[in-house]
C-alpha cells in the first residue's frame, strides 16, 4: 500500500488495481483447480511462481498505473493457480500416512511456521528500506525466496501429484468437473466454503490499510527521530508486522482447540467477531486512537489464523481427495469475486469519506449480509 502511495496512486486506483487482481482470479480460479487435479499439482505449483516472480519483476522496474495493472494481472493468475494446490497437497499427504484425524492441528502447525517465515520476511524487509530508504527494492530481493520455493516444490514427491486411480483417467476433465459439481451441490459444503470465503475476503481487501494505520503510529512513537520518514516507517512497520505474524502462528496452534471449545458456533461466530474486530477499528481511527485501531485490525488477522486451518479441516471431511484443488478453488473463486467488491467498495468510500467512515461502512455492511443470509438459511432448513 505504501509502495502504491509513494507512487500517486490514488486509493481508488489501489481498489481498482486489488479488483483487477481479483477479477483475474476470478477468472481461473476453477480451470486452475481443475487443471491442478488433472495434469499435476507440482506443475501447476511451479508455474504459479514463475507468475509471481514476473509481477515483482514489474513492480520493481516500473513505477506507472498501467504497469502496475499488468503486474497485479499477472499476481493474480498466479494466486489462482497457488490457492488451494498446496494445501490439497498437505492433505494427500496426511491421506497417506493414515494421519487425517490429526489434519486441524497439523495444517495449523503447518500455518504457525509459515507465519513465523512471515514474520522473520517482515523483519528483513523494514531492514531492507532502512539501507536503501525505498519500498520498491523490497520486490526485487522478494524474487530470491520466491525462486527457492520453486525448486522446493519440484523436489516434493510425485505421489502428491496426480491422486487418480486408473492411469488412463490422468487427462479426464470431463469426469473431474462432474465430481465437482455433485460435492459443491452438499449444503453443508456451501456453508463452510461460503464462510471460509467471505472472512478472508474481508481481510484480503483491507490488509494493506493496516500500513496507514502503522505510519500513523510510528510518528507518534517518540524513537529514532533522527531517521527519516520513510527509513522511520519502514523499520517499525517491519517491527509491527514480526509481532503480527508471530501472533498468527501461535494461535495456529490452537486453532484445534478453540474450535473443539466452541465446535458447533464456530463458523459462524468467529465470522462475526473478525467483522465487529473491522468497525472498531474505524470507529478507534476516526477519534485519533491509534494504537488500539492497530490492536483491532491484528486482531483480525489474528482470527483468519484460527479460522483457516479449522475450516480447511472440515472441508478435507467433507471432499474426495482427488477433486479437492478443484473445490479449494471454488471457495477461492468465490473468495477472490468477494474481494473485488469489497476493495472496490472500500478504496471508492475511503477517497469520499476517509478510512475510518470505510472500514466502518464495509464492515457493517459485510456484518448485516452475514446475520442476514445466517438467518435465511435457518429458516429453510425449519430451525
Known amino acids: 500500500l505504501l509502495f502504491l502511495l509513494e507512487n ?4 481508488t486506483q489501489i481498489g481498482i488495481l486489488y479488483g483487477i ?15 491442478a ?16 516472480i514476473l509481477s515483482f519483476a514489474l ?30 497437497m498437505i492433505m494427500e499427504y496426511l491421506r497417506q500416512k493414515n494421519q487425517l484425524p490429526h489434519k486441524i492441528d497439523y495444517y495449523g502447525h503447518t500455518r504457525a511456521w509459515s507465519q513465523t517465515g512471515s514474520a522473520i520476511s517482515s523483519l528483513v524487509a523494514g531492514t531492507i528500506i532502512f539501507y536503501t530508504g525505498s519500498y520498491q527494492d523490497i520486490f526485487l530481493f522478494t524474487i530470491v525466496p520466491y525462486i527457492i520455493n520453486a525448486i522446493l516444490i519440484a523436489s516434493y514427491p510425485n505421489t502428491l501429484d496426480i491422486q487418480h486411480k486408473n492411469p488412463e483417467d490422468k487427462w479426464n476433465f470431463r469426469e473431474v468437473f462432474q465430481s465437482f459439481r455433485t460435492v459443491l451441490r452438499r449444503p453443508a459444503v456451501k456453508v463452510v466454503l461460503h464462510s471460509a470465503a467471505f472472512h478472508a475476503a474481508y481481510l484480503k481487501a483491507l490488509k494493506d490499510y493496516i500500513q496507514a494505520i502503522m505510519v500513523l503510529v510510528s510518528l507518534s512513537l517518540p524513537i529514532w527521530l533522527w531517521l527519516e520518514p520513510t527509513k522511520k516507517n519502514g523499520v517499525v512497520i517491519g517491527i509491527f508486522y514480526f509481532f503480527i ?17 466452541l465446535r458447533r458456533g464456530f463458523v459462524l461466530y468467529s465470522l462475526v467477531f473478525g467483522l465487529l474486530l473491522g468497525i472498531l477499528t474505524g470507529v478507534a481511527y476516526h477519534y485519533g486512537l491509534w494504537y488500539l485501531a492497530l490492536l483491532s485490525f491484528a486482531m483480525v488477522f489474528v482470527t483468519e489464523s484460527i479460522r483457516k486451518p479449522v475450516l480447511t479441516g472440515l472441508m478435507t471431511d467433507l471432499i474426495p481427495g482427488d477433486i479437492f484443488t478443484s473445490v479449494m478453488s471454488a471457495q477461492s473463486l468465490t473468495k477472490t469475486a468477494y474481494t473485488a467488491m469489497i476493495a472496490i467498495g472500500f478504496g471508492w468510500v475511503a477517497d469520499h469519506w476517509g478510512l475510518a467512515y470505510s472500514f466502518v461502512v464495509i464492515s457493517s455492511i459485510l456484518l448485516l449480509i ?12 425449519g430451525q
Open 8 to 11: 500517486d496512486i490514488s486509493y
Open 59 to 88: 513492480l520493481y522496474s516500473f513505477a506507472s498505473f498501467l504497469w502496475f495493472v499488468l503486474a497485479f494481472i499477472l499476481y493474480g493468475i498466479a494466486e489462482a493457480f497457488r490457492s488451494g494446490t498446496h494445501k490439497a
Open 245 to 261: 505474524y508471530m501472533s498468527n502462528a501461535e494461535v495456529s496452534r490452537w486453532a484445534e482447540r478453540i474450535f473443539t471449545t
Open 370 to 381: 452475514s446475520i442476514f443470509v445466517t438467518g435465511v438459511r435457518r429458516i429453510r432448513l
Open 37 to 52: 487435479d488433472v495434469i499435476g499439482r507440482k506443475r501447476t505449483l511451479i508455474g504459479s511462481f514463475v507468475c509471481y
Open 21 to 35: 487482481r481479483e477479477a483475474v482470479n476470478t477468472l481461473l480460479e476453477l480451470p486452475s483447480g481443475v487443471i
